[in-house]
């Protein structure tokens, strides 16, 4: 008799389908190790470049905290550098006021004092001993003035001149100084 090879085939096929499949359920375990999930080894590639660019904007991420970071410490630096000049200029405007109220008082005071001066001055001037006698203005012929005294002296034209002018000057002087100290302060500042 002969040896039924049919079956023996048929029991080598099977073991040997047996056998790729365990081969390949072994493949299967030793390519979730490798990759970490159930992805296909034919996408390992893709895996390959978006770990690539992953970690490219990983580094990103962190230059740009780095750099936050940088611009945050200099806002720091400079709301401090504006915290000091703001006290600086609060500390220039105490002294601005106080010294403007020092000015304004002792303005106050200089004027008073001037007024009671100039009051008590003049009726002296009018009155005293040296006292210039009342002078008359008299036209020339050739166009200009003299003053004539009640003597009958004339006075000469150019101090007629020199009187104007430094009356003249008085007035402007005195439109100054009513003006005030204080507020010629605030016209500079």
Same mark, same amino acid.
């Given at each position: 008799m002969t040896p039924d090879t049919s079956a023996e085939t048929h029991d080598g096929f099977a073991h040997a389908a047996d056998r790729?499949?365990?081969?390949?359920?072994?493949?299967? %375990?030793?390519? #979730?190790?490798v990759t970490?999930?159930?992805?296909?080894?034919s996408s390992l590639e893709d895996v390959a470049a978006i770990e690539d660019r992953l970690s490219t904007v990983e580094s990103t991420v962190e230059s740009l905290s780095? #750099?936050?970071?940088?611009?945050?410490?200099?806002?720091?630096?400079?709301r401090g550098y504006l915290g000091g000049v703001r006290t600086v200029n609060e500390d220039v405007?105490?002294?601005?006021?106080?010294?403007?109220?020092? %000015?304004?008082?002792?303005e106050s005071a200089l004027?008073?004092?001037?007024?009671?001066?100039?009051e008590s001055a003049a009726p002296e001037q009018q009155s005293g /001993?040296?006292?210039?006698? /009342? *002078?008359?203005?008299?036209s020339r012929s050739d166009g200009q003035h003299s003053r004539t005294r009640p003597d009958g002296?004339?006075? /000469?034209?150019?101090l007629d001149d020199q009187h104007?002018?430094?009356?003249?000057?008085? *007035?402007?002087?005195?439109?100054?100084?009513? #003006?005030g100290l204080a507020a010629r302060l605030r016209d500079v500042l």
């Open positions: 790729t499949d365990e081969l390949a359920s072994r493949l299967e %375990a030793v390519e #979730r190790t970490g999930t159930d992805t296909d080894v780095e #750099r936050l970071d940088e611009v945050d410490a200099a806002t720091q630096a400079v405007e105490r002294r601005a006021n106080a010294a403007l109220a020092k %000015a304004e008082s002792l004027v008073d004092e001037s007024e009671m001066t100039f /001993p040296d006292a210039e006698p /009342p *002078q008359h203005r008299r002296q004339h006075s /000469p034209n150019h104007s002018r430094n009356h003249i000057d008085d *007035q402007h002087t005195s439109a100054e100084s009513t #003006r």
